[in-house]
């Protein structure tokens, strides 16, 4: 399978990094609500017009993995709202030289999916952007209700390109 990866390396120990992590409202979401941060704990926040979603934290294995499990989820900007339900995001740390190494997987989502071009682009946004940003420099660049962070706009081109009828650009 084809599953959405994309790896970076972080000038911080994989302690650091995987407390990052756990602070998704400091680079995926500012709006998120619910705990982030043990086994169990369920998040979710809404993007109005574009996204909501709900993840649960599955696995732990501290500075090593972090599973979250996508419990609900809907886009605008495709038709099969199943997209994402039941997809696992894994968070891989690895030391890499002075470093760590950060593996973002999605399984789930692979190319044939409709929300595979908008999502990919998101994910490298908010993984080597502003998670990087969070981690190294203290201040990250997360989405807001509002839909404001740089992924939204392609986000909302595909939503127009939908409800017109044509491929998003």
């Known amino acids: 399978m084809n599953d959405f990866t994309t790896s970076i390396t972080i000038n911080r120990p994989a302690e650091h990094v995987f407390?990052?992590?756990?602070d998704a409202?400091?680079?995926w979401n500012e709006s998120i609500e619910g705990p982030t941060s043990e086994v169990g704990d369920e998040f979710g926040f809404e993007v109005a017009g574009l996204h909501r979603t709900r993840m649960r934290i599955t696995d732990i294995e501290p500075h090593r993995r972090i599973t979250w499990l996508v419990v609900d989820n809907s886009f605008a900007f495709v038709e099969d709202q199943s997209e994402w339900v039941g997809d696992r995001i894994e968070f891989d740390f690895a030391p890499d030289g002075d470093g760590t190494r950060l593996t973002f997987t999605q399984v789930g989502l692979v190319?044939?999916?409709e929300c595979y071009e908008v999502c990919s682009n998101a994910w490298v946004f908010f993984v080597r952007d502003s998670l990087r940003q969070l981690a190294e420099d203290g201040k990250g660049m997360?989405?807001?209700?509002a839909g404001k962070a740089a992924?939204?706009?392609?986000?909302?081109?595909?939503v127009d390109a939908l409800a017109a009828g044509s491929a998003p650009a």
């Open 111 to 113: 190319p044939d999916l």
């Open 25 to 27: 409202r400091g680079w």
């Open 151 to 158: 992924p939204a706009a392609r986000a909302r081109a595909a």
């Open 142 to 145: 997360p989405e807001s209700s």
């Open 19 to 22: 407390r990052t992590v756990l």
